[in-house]
């Protein structure tokens, strides 16, 4: 009854949902700019009190990677995970790895009733793999001059060395007879 009193469908709530449903992961400043298609005059705060009173009521799930502004989906209740590039911020949806209810299963509960695990994985978008790759190469050209010229130094010891070799044997030979 509760849940029906608050989830008034309003032009503003109805907007809210569509812009989350058709973005990926959009965070609140994206649903603003694609609620203002809509509805042209609408204010910030009435975005947000949408945003959350939807996502209180479960209609939308709202995530925050740590480092990130929050973001908003319309996929909820079924406890799936995000990749998350750490270079551009991409949020990419991606299923329990081993089943929802595995996954909300702890080794040690300490008395908690669990109701979401919330996993990230963090790494790089094959995009930004792709533009950053050829930064690493130049780096590794430069850093090659310095060993060589330690090479140089240890030839000049190891012939140092072999004279003081020779010497000695040619010594030993004068003196056995
Ligand atoms: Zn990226
Ligand atoms: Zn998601």
Same mark, same amino acid.
């Given at each position: ?15 809210v ?10 965070d609140?400043e994206s ?10 005059d ?13 996502s209180?009521?479960?209609i ?33 949806d ?5 089943g929802?209810t ?9 008395g ?37 010229? @330690? /090479? =140089? +130094? #240890? %030839?000049? &010891?190891?012939a @140092? /060395? =072999? +004279? #003081? %070799?020779? &010497? ?10």
């Open positions: 009854m509760l849940r029906d009193a608050a989830l008034r469908i309003t032009k503003p709530r109805l907007a949902i569509s812009a989350v449903d058709r973005l990926a992961h959009p609140t649903v603003i700019a694609a609620v203002r298609e809509a509805i042209p609408v204010s910030h705060q009435t975005v947000y009190d949408s945003l959350r009173t939807l209180d009521l479960g939308l799930r709202r995530i925050q990677p740590a480092g990130s502004v929050a973001r908003y989906e319309t996929r909820t209740g079924d406890n799936h995970h995000h990749l998350v590039c750490r270079s551009c911020g991409a949020v990419v991606v299923d329990c790895a081993i929802e595995i996954c909300l299963t702890p080794s040690e509960d300490h908690f009733q669990i109701d979401e695990a919330e996993v990230v994985y963090w790494g790089v978008c094959p995009q930004c793999a792709s533009t950053s790759a050829p930064a690493e190469s130049a780096d590794g050209a430069g850093a090659a001059a310095s060993p060589e010229a @330690v /090479n =140089t +130094d #240890a %030839v000049d &010891t190891d @140092v /060395n =072999t +004279d #003081a %070799v020779n &010497t000695e044997a040619t010594k030993l030979k004068v003196a056995s007879p």
